[in-house]
Structure formats: C-alpha cells, structure tokens
C-alpha cells in the first residue's frame, strides 16, 4: 500500500496560522496534540501570573536517553534527546549542555538524525518509542527539521505517527528521508509502518505499510551502498509481538520494499527487532530479535547475520542471549563496529559485545566515573541507543535509563555526564523540617531528596539519594515522610513494592504486604501503586491494588479492608488495579480509591463497606484524588487517558462525597491532566498540574490561566505546597523539579488590579568571601526576586539607589500585563583586568540601606532594600 502526503514546511513561530494549512495539506490527521499545544500557548501569553519558577535540579541520577549523536564534523558536539525531556546539545564534550527544543508541541523523542553530508541539518522524530502503560508515555507530533544545529526548527509533518522508532537521513542527500513510524501504541492506525520524503518533508510517501496493528521499529542506510536501506516491523498493538514483526529491504533508497526472513524464525512470539548493516559489505547485516517464547523467566535474545543481502539468514550463536530479560520490547537495537564489521553491540538490560560476529557474546561493563559525584557503582541498565564514531571505533556514546556515557576504550571505562537535569519525577513529597526536604521518585532512576537550593551548573549537584539499587538505578515511585517522625521515611518501587527506612541508622525494611496462602488473596497493582499515611494516625499505613489493604504498625503487619473492587464492578473495560487513593481531612475512616479505568469507590466506615461512586464519570485512568481541606464532602479527581491513546483534560468535583460529579476543565487546554491540588488557605483556589505546565483557578474550576514563568512546556507529574515558606514545589516528569513562591499570588487575589504595585522585598544576603580578598562564594550568591503587578504590557525601568538617592545600578526589562518577577544577582558591575595575575571580580551591592524603584509610564513605585551578612 503507498500513500503520499503533502506537508507544508512551516517555522514554530507562526504556529497558529499553520494548523489550518496542516489541516488542509496533509492526509494525516492532526494530532489533538497540536490543538491543545495552539490552546496553550494562547493562554500562556495572556496569563497574568508570571512568577518564575526556580529551577532546583536534581541531575546526579539521569535521566532516560532515546537518542544520541556525535557530530563527526565538529568534534566535542553531541546531541542528546531524552524520552519526556526534549533534546540538548553540547558542544564541549559534555561538560555543558543547553536544551536546544523548547517550548515545542511535544517534548517526548523517540529519535534524532543528522544529515551526514551536512550535520548542521538535524531531523527530530517526536514521539517516544517506549510502550509502557505508566501514563508517561509521551506521544509525539510528527518530525522537525533544523537546518542550522538546533537553533530553529520547522515542523515537516508526519503528525498521526505518535510514536517513532528511527529516522535516518540518506549519506548523501539530507532531504532524503525515511522514518520508521511505530504508530499509536493503544490503538488500531493506518498511518504506521516506513514514511519516505525525497524533498526534505514537504512531501511524504509511505513506502511500507503491514497493517493497522503492526509500524516499524528500525531502520538502517548501508553505508556500503545507500540505495541499499533495511528496515524491520513491529507488531505492537494490541500486544508487543506477532508474526507481523519482520525484516525488509529495498534496493531504491527506500521507494520499495522486500520482506526478506528466509532462516529467521518469525511467530506469534517475535518481538521487536533491531538491525544494522554493514559499512564495507553491502550484503552484510545483522537483526537482534526479541524472540518472547521465554525460557526459565528469561526472553530469549536471537542474533541472525546474512552475508548474500538478506537472500539467508543464520542465528549466529548457540548459546541463549539474556540479555533482555523479560522486556526486549523496551530497546531491541544491534551496532556494528564501522571498522570491523566481525564486532557488534547488543542493547538490552546489559550492553552485550561480540567479536566474532555473534558466535559468542559477552557483558560490557567497565569502571564507571561520575562528571557529577555519585554514589552509582556500575553502568546503568536499560540501553536505548548507541554511537559508534566511525574514525575511532573505540570511542562509543551510549543512551541508556541513567542518561549519557562516554567511553574512548570501547567499555572498559565510561565517563558518566549526568550534568543534565532531565529527570522523569512521578511524585514530590516535602517534610516539616527547617529548611525542609523535597523527596521524588523517578522513572528507573531511584528516589533522591535535597533541599529547596536552586541548581547552578557550576557547582556539584546537592541532591543525595534516598535509595538506589545495585545497578544504578531502579524505578522510584511514592515517597511519604511520617509527620511526627522524619527519621522515618517510606518509599515504593513498582508494583507494589515498598519499604520503610530509618534515615538516622540508613537501614530499611520490606513492607510490601503479605497474606497467608489459605487466605486466598490474591493481590495484584498498576505500576504506580497508591499507598498512604493516614492523617489521624501516622502509623496506619493505606495501600490499593485490586484490594484496599491497611497496616497499623507502620507496615510490618496488613489486613485487607475491601473487597476485590476490581472484581465487584461488571465493566466492559479491562480494570488492573487502583490508580490512586485519599482519605478524608475531617473524618476518619472516610476514604476514596480509584482505579485505572475511571472506577470510584468509597467508604465512610474504615472499609467496613464500599460504594461505588462512579457514575457521570469517564472512563480514563484515575490518578490523582484531592479530598477538601475546607470541606468535607468536597473532593476533585483527575484523570488521564495517556494509556489509552485519549490526549483530553479530565478533572471533576464533586460536593456530596461522590454521589454527583461536575466536570471542571472548561477552559483548560485538552492535554493530558497528571495532578489537581487544592490550595490548602484559599478554598477556591485549585492547582492542576498538566502535559505542559501548571495551571491555576481562583473560582474552582470555572476557569483556568497558565501559572508562572521560565518554566519549560514540560509535563508535571506532583504538585505539593510547604505551608510555612508558601513555596509551591512541582515534579515534572521530564525537566527535574521547580519551585516558585505563593506569597505575592495570594495578595495579588485580593488586590487592585488596575493599578500597578511594587511588592515588598525580602532582605537580600551578601554572598559568603571566598578569602581576605573581595572574591565571593559564587555557591552563595541568593537571587533577589522582585516582583511586581502591570496593569498594561510595557518596558519598565528598575533602579537602586543609596540613601543619598544616587543611582548605584539600573536594569530596563520588558513588563507584561499581570504579575511580573525579576531575580536578581545583586551584581552591579564587574571589574575586568589585563593584569597577569587577574580575576574578573563581580561587585555586588554592598551590605547596607537602599531603595528600589521601578519606573512606568504611570510613575515611579518605591520600596525599600536591605542587604545583610
């Protein structure tokens, strides 16, 4: 089957006018993606609540790597693209990286590609090319194009293809094109398989299609003759394999195809498969196939070669491949030594190597150094991609669930740069102490904790962690800090998986529930388990799966509650288990759980009984339940469709304890809802934590605005605000976490909006010296945020002055209608010195009594500043 599709080539910065040629040009539908990300940033742009959000880190855990790039051209330039987290460059070996695809309709990325025959040109294929059900699997918006190293970039269509597994640009054409599209991964869609552009994306053909179940996962030019291209299918939903999974070549640059599995055992099994080609044979490659018949526990990994083009393949080894565990459809991809076509990589849970084409394998390990310090012993597991530099074989780049690593000893040694905070959080928790903690989980990168410190790149990062597991990683999900003793803390893995931990003694212990075999319960969770401490009693501990199940001792000893909520409900929707669970403020014993398909249940009487609250809601995964601080029978619920191929905004509430449900998204963008918190003064005032951003009501729901500034379009996966600082700390799940205070928000609600207002300021800290001299701790150095309401979009002028009222420093900024913040380094000039001995010393505004002043074309506002020790 063969289908063209005209794309108009189109910069992000007219965005809005273009969907409609999108829709009129391309054959493809649009994705609801580009709808709600057109409802977003109109509402970002007239939002009046613009304080900025702190960017705190973390980066010593990583971050998952789907792609990464050398430039051969430039040496010491890498690209890295990140499943949640967008792509980042560096063009200094890694010790820097700046995001380079911002504020763009998708961040999730499946792959990245430079033309080799100019690398300035860069392709970007949105859409990750993990199918897992955690509600984090971000679908893409089709294919971009930078035609100078990153700096801007033009959508080239592609749009219904979600998810992608390659793109790979012709060796010596960069508008030739192909794209291995994998398609939506939890539903039925033509527009998956292999997609050809020969002019750069203004047009696409597509060149090999299976069917509506099956897209294609790689991709491959012969570097030994390019109109040689294989590729290899996937059959990925409604499962992740069948006898549709497959290899073919084309002899035409991709314009037609071949199946070619003469020797490759292909069944109802066959998973994903990964291919590489020779660069001196043309009739030379390689499949590493996820063959899923699992033996002992363990998926059997299967290495063919062909040496006559793909006329006959050969399983290469007798010995049984583990290194894919039971997950090949997590990576599946195979490299070939571009020196020595003998010598291959495998990736999977390890990174395997053989020199003897595939006769025999072995484990690529090697001594690990940390660019940010960690205690992380050994190589990362879970490896998405490779490079291979082809002068120089040995020096290998490697994407994998921990992030970047580089190797100039082909393994024996890596430098971990774990310098980019692009961590995927799933949670965010805080204690009571003074500074307080944040603790999160986070996807395979365990649960770390920190202070509230802002990141600065220059130095070490300061975050610790909470738990690690012996591979350097391990999936970090739910952390709770017992109020009335912080020493204990307890954090879940997948699953069901839990412990409880003294942070004094470091020691932990298992308290994943437990039942007697003739007790005949048998428990089964969503990945992300919902479990909580009660707010009457910190030793009662709550946790769901297809039974609600409590501990009064703090874990060690469960009883179930409920009965099988997931049985008890006929529905013509597959139910797993809970997605979330809450309990009420005001009365003990009055709970809620939901589970993965839009099921609520709740009970006043400690589970004694359970009713079913369900009806007028959706039917999409509940995940988060936000009973009322203020009242009683008040509780909101949201809800995301992420799993089920729906990208809509799901949030209700309910004033009657469940028994009636009104829907509150309004004029919410419809992307995807992760959280709704409910601001624990203001009763009215509502937080949803959403696919790109926070947005705020001030009336319940009735409408929304987008919240703050300087925040990447990221998804944010927890919201929890720290009453005494009133900061507000979101999670995101792709971007590390942030931080922003509530204070001048709160007043700005019942202020006068028609005039414009300069906010008291805090007292600035003079930065801690170094030595004798005036050299300061730049380690010390404390923003000073000042903020302030325009009641018109205008350049304002911001001054310092001394008591005598004469100017000590000035700063123009470009103001926007609404609540504006500007943090300033208290810098007031710098001294710059040709002298042999030098350093470029900073001034910063001494310690003393000054005024702040901003200017308007309304007039000049004044508050006054001090700087103390």
């Keep these: 089957m063969r289908r063209i599709l005209l794309v108009f080539l189109f910069p992000l910065l007219i965005f809005s006018s273009v969907l409609n040629n999108l829709l009129i040009s391309q054959n493809q539908p649009t994705s609801p993606l580009m709808y709600s990300y057109q409802e977003h940033t109109d509402l970002k742009s007239i939002s009046p609540f613009g304080l900025e959000w702190i960017h705190l880190g973390p980066t010593l855990n990583g971050a998952r790597v789907e792609a990464i790039q050398s430039d051969p051209n430039n040496p010491g330039t890498i690209y890295a693209a990140f499943g949640s987290g967008g792509l980042w460059k560096t063009i200094n070996n890694g010790l820097n990286w700046s995001p380079i695809f911002e504020n763009m309709p998708s961040l999730g990325i499946g792959d990245i590609a430079l033309a080799p025959s100019n690398t300035e040109i860069i392709y970007v294929a ?8 955690r509600n984090f699997t971000m679908p893409g918006t089709g294919v971009y194009r930078s035609n100078n190293g990153g700096d801007t970039w033009a959508h080239i269509g592609l749009n219904d ?3 992608i597994g390659e793109i790979v640009v012709h060796p010596n054409n960069p508008d030739i094109v192909l794209v291995a ?9 033509e527009n998956r398989g292999v997609f050809r552009t020969d002019d750069g994306g203004k047009s696409w053909n597509h060149v090999l299609f299976i069917d509506e179940n099956t897209g294609a996962n790689d991709i491959v030019f012969s570097p030994a003759n390019p109109e040689i291209v294989y590729a290899t299918t996937w059959e990925n939903y409604p499962n992740v394999n069948g006898k549709k999974s497959a290899i073919y070549k084309s002899e035409d640059s991709g314009r037609t195809w071949n199946k070619i599995i003469n020797g490759v055992t292909i069944n109802k099994n066959t998973g994903r498969i990964g291919i590489a080609a020779s660069y001196q044979d043309k009739d030379k490659a ?17 290495v063919y070669k062909t040496i006559n083009g793909g006329k006959t393949w050969k399983k290469t080894h007798k010995e049984n491949i583990k290194s894919l565990s039971v997950i090949g459809w997590y990576f599946m991809d195979i490299y070939v030594n571009p020196q020595n076509d003998e010598e291959i990589y495998g990736l999977g849970v390890r990174l395997i190597n053989s020199i003897d084409g595939g006769k025999t394998f072995k484990n690529i390990e090697g001594q690990i150094t940390h660019l940010t310090p960690s205690p992380a012993q050994t190589l990362h597991l879970d490896h998405c991609e490779m490079w291979i ?10 994407g994998n669930d921990g992030g970047v690593y580089h190797s100039y000893d082909g393994g024996k040694s890596w430098l971990h740069l774990n310098n980019i905070s692009a961590g995927e959080f799933y949670d965010i928790e805080i204690d009571n102490q003074e500074p307080y903690h944040i603790y999160g989980g986070t996807q395979d990168d365990a649960t770390v904790y920190g202070f509230a410190q802002e990141y600065n790149s220059k130095f070490d990062d300061s975050w610790e962690y909470l738990w690690i597991d012996a591979w350097s990683g391990g999936d970090g999900c739910i952390t709770l800090v017992d109020p009335n003793d912080e020493n204990t803390i307890y954090f879940s893995m997948q699953n069901g998986g839990a412990r409880r931990r003294n942070i004094n003694t470091g020691k932990s212990v298992d308290i994943r529930p437990k039942f007697q075999k003739e007790d005949n319960i048998k428990l089964q969770y969503n990945f992300i388990t919902p479990y909580m401490l009660s707010h009457f009693d910190s030793n009662t501990v709550y946790m769901a799966g297809n039974y609600v199940m409590r501990s009064k001792d703090r874990g060690d000893n469960w009883t179930v509650i409920s009965p099988d909520l997931i049985k008890e409900r006929n529905h013509s929707k597959t139910e797993t288990a809970a997605g979330a669970l809450a309990e009420s403020y005001f009365e003990e014993g009055t709970m809620y759980m939901g589970t993965d398909r839009g099921t609520m249940w709740y009970t006043k009487n400690g589970g004694k009984s359970w009713k079913n609250i369900s009806q007028g809601l959706s039917d999409q995964y509940i995940r988060s339940i936000s009973p009322s601080q203020h009242k009683k029978e008040r509780l909101y619920i949201q809800m995301t469709g992420l799993n089920y191929d729906d990208f809509g905004a799901y949030l209700y509430v ?13 004029n919410l963008p419809n992307h995807p809802i992760n959280t709704i918190v409910e601001d624990p003064d203001f009763e009215n005032i509502l937080y949803a934590g959403t696919y790109r951003g926070v947005y705020v009501s001030k009336n319940r729901g009735e409408d929304w605005a987008y919240f703050g500034a300087a925040l990447p379009d990221t998804s944010i996966a927890d919201i929890a605000i720290e009453t005494k600082s009133k900061d507000m700390i979101i999670a995101t799940h792709g971007r590390g976490i942030y931080k922003t205070n509530l204070k001048p928000f709160y007043y700005q609600i019942t202020a006068n909006d028609t005039l414009n207002y300069l906010y008291e300021v805090a007292s600035a800290k003079y930065p801690d010296l170094r030595d004798t001299h005036k050299d300061v701790d730049e380690k010390s150095v404390q923003k000073l945020p000042i903020t302030f309401w325009l009641n018109k979009t205008e350049n304002i002028i911001l001054r310092i002055t001394d008591t005598a009222n004469s100017l000590i420093w000035t700063k123009e900024i470009k103001g926007r209608m609404g609540l504006n913040q500007y943090r300033w380094d208290l810098i007031i000039s710098q001294e710059i010195s040709n002298l042999p ?12 009594e000054y005024n702040l002043l901003l200017e308007s074309s309304e007039g000049i506002l004044k508050k006054k500043l001090s700087v103390i020790e």
């Design 126 to 133: 949105t859409g990750e090319n993990l199918k897992k059900a």
């Design 161 to 163: 293809t979600w998810h």
């Design 181 to 189: 599209a994998q398609g939506h991964f939890w539903s039925s869609n």
């Design 286 to 302: 390689y499949v590493f196939i996820d063959q899923r018949n699992q033996r002992n526990g363990q998926g059997t990994g299967e």
């Design 389 to 398: 530099n082809p002068s120089n074989p040995k020096e290998l780049l490697l």
């Design 654 to 666: 309910s004033e009657d304890y469940g028994a009636h449900w009104k829907s509150i998204t309004n």
């Design 837 to 848: 001995y030098y350093i470029h010393y900073k001034k910063y505004l001494d310690k003393g």
